[in-house]
């Protein structure tokens, strides 16, 4: 439990701040901010990490990144957290784009979730967002489908005058798939104009337009993954939709219940707030990490600061999203 009453069982852990696509709102053009490859976290460092979190009561899991399938020993990561007692359920966020060859390694290493961006449908639009092609995400949702994990569920974060005219084709997409579709609101987490509020686009903005073409029902109990979205169905398509509004939800933070890992070993106790507490010195020399995780749930703060001219320090991909 946090000083605020919130239960902290949820750790996100980045593998990587590598990425192989440049998504407008992650990672600034020309971003050469990379931590160097010997402060990444070996496999056995994170899964000493998550063992140490086990005990300390976590027990959901979510591999990210940058790219988590560009780490090499992502089936070795996954499949160490796995095995450990108290691991309840193990989820992986990727752009989708080497998916297609390594959905059914990741199923068979233990992980039960997906979290696929796609932020547009249209292949000029996704390339404009993130540099890459649509068509190998598309293959990368194929192939997490026929995977068989136990949710697969796709992201498209809101730009405005980018992307809006695809969130109805979007809603189409996934409720042909039966798959769970998440709304996100741009977060400042990058020093660039793409990241600034004229391109912000609210999730009530994107609830208006699905209600031009269907009728959003709330899903109050309906939680897939244990993400912080709020979800609807559409009582004709039947689409699972879900928003997450960091910055307009007035009460977002309020049922927070993770902690995030950074690639090179330090403990995020928000993401949008700068504080960190570095775990690699504990962790290499073989010290206490359960307390210094249990002082990073200490000092968890009760809310972000989005609202408050939020700086970002290092951008999204550098923290993991
Ligand atoms: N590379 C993977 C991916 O794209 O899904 C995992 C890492 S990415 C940082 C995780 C999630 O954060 C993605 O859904 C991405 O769209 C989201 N994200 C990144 N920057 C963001 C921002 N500035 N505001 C809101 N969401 C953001
Ligand atoms: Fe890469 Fe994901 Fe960031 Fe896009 S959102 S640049 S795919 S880490």
């Known amino acids: 439990m946090d000083p605020f009453g919130r239960t902290i069982d949820y750790l996100r852990i980045s593998v990587t701040d590598r990425c192989n696509e440049r998504c407008l709102y992650c990672m600034p053009e020309g971003y050469k901010g990379w931590s160097k490859k010997a402060d990444h976290l070996s496999a056995a460092e ?12 976590f027990r959901k899991f979510r591999l990210t990144g940058g790219e988590p ?21 193990l989820g992986i966020s990727t752009n989708g784009v080497l998916l297609a060859r390594q959905a059914r390694g990741l199923k068979q290493a233990g992980v ?10 249209d292949a000029a639009i996704y390339r404009n967002v993130t540099g890459g092609n649509v068509q190998d ?25 980018i992307n809006e005219d695809q969130i109805w084709p979007l809603v189409q997409f996934a409720a042909e798939r039966k798959m769970p579709l ?6 400042p987490m990058s020093k660039i104009a793409e990241t600034d ?19 959003p029902q709330p899903l109050p109990e309906y939680r897939p993954g244990h993400g912080p979205a709020r979800y609807y169905e559409l009582s004709h ?70 609202a408050e001219c939020y700086e970002p320090g290092r951008p999204m991909t550098a923290i993991g999203g």
């Open 197 to 215: 509020r004229s391109r912000f686009f609210s999730i009530d903005e994107a609830l208006q337009i699905l209600s031009a073409y269907d009728t």
């Open 182 to 187: 998440r709304f996100i609101e741009l977060m």
């Open 237 to 306: 398509t039947k689409a699972r939709v879900g928003f997450i509004g960091a910055v307009t939800t007035h009460d977002f933070c309020e049922s927070c219940n993770k902690l995030r890992l950074t690639a090179d070993g330090r403990i995020r106790p928000c993401l949008g707030r700068h504080g960190e507490i570095d775990l690699t010195p504990t962790l290499r020399s073989g010290g206490d990490i359960e307390a210094i995780i249990r002082e990073a749930i200490l000092n968890k703060p009760e809310s972000h600061a989005f």
């Open 112 to 121: 039960r979730s997906v979290n696929i961006s796609l932020d547009a449908l």
């Open 137 to 161: 995400v598309l293959a990368g949702i194929d192939a997490a489908i026929a995977a068989d994990f136990e949710v697969v569920k796709l992201n498209c974060v809101l730009l405005r005058g």
């Open 69 to 89: 399938l560009l780490r090499k020993d992502i089936e070795e990561i996954a499949a160490g957290i796995w095995s450990l007692p108290g691991v309840q359920t």
């Open 46 to 57: 994170i899964i000493k990490v998550v063992a140490a979190s086990c005990a300390l009561g």
